[in-house]
């Protein structure tokens, strides 16, 4: 027999669907990026990020930069190199990350791979690690931070890493 009253149980059972529904919101926000920034859709992409937000990543060189949500997120979008992996085509994929969500915030930990294409074969051109915040919106979770260290074995990506047992 289930210990509470029915008014404690119903409260319990409303706590755990909401947040179910938060990690299921979440993970689809997640896995929108790839497609759209796959397909050179750039404002939407920028767009599921908060106003203000950023996207600090690795660059090729091993330099790192910051764009701000929306306009320098969507204008990556429209960069040289990345029409370049999109018209050769390529896939961005974030695996499925573990997530902690604390009232209207959230993180999440977890890798993403780019897939290209050369010639008739695919291959791993990029692997990384993220941490994201989020945060409930009027318009649903929206990310607030993206941190994308390579996988290189530098320090970075290892405490990124880290992360994940904090969340």
Request: with cysteine; aromatic share 8%; hydrophobic share 40%.
């Amino acid at each position: 027999m289930t210990e509470g009253s029915i008014e404690q149980r119903l409260a319990a059972l409303e706590a755990r669907c909401r947040k179910a529904e938060d990690h299921l919101e979440i993970l689809n926000l997640l896995n929108t990026y790839g497609p759209l920034v796959d397909s050179a859709t750039a404002r939407p992409a920028g767009e599921l990020w908060v106003e203000g937000g950023g996207y600090n990543f690795t660059l090729p060189d091993g330099g790192t930069k910051r764009l701000e949500a929306p306009d320098e997120i969507a204008g990556m979008y429209h960069w040289d190199g990345h029409l370049e992996l999109v018209n050769t085509g390529c896939a961005h994929l974030t695996a499925t990350p573990k997530i902690s969500v604390k009232g209207d915030e959230a993180q999440a930990v977890g890798y993403s791979v780019v897939i290209l294409k050369e010639d008739d074969r695919w291959f791993l051109w990029r692997a990384a690690v993220n941490h994201w915040t989020l945060r409930r919106t009027d318009h649903g979770w929206r990310i607030v931070e993206r941190f994308n260290r390579a996988l290189d074995g530098s320090p970075e990506s290892h405490e990124t890493m880290r992360k994940v047992a904090a969340i």
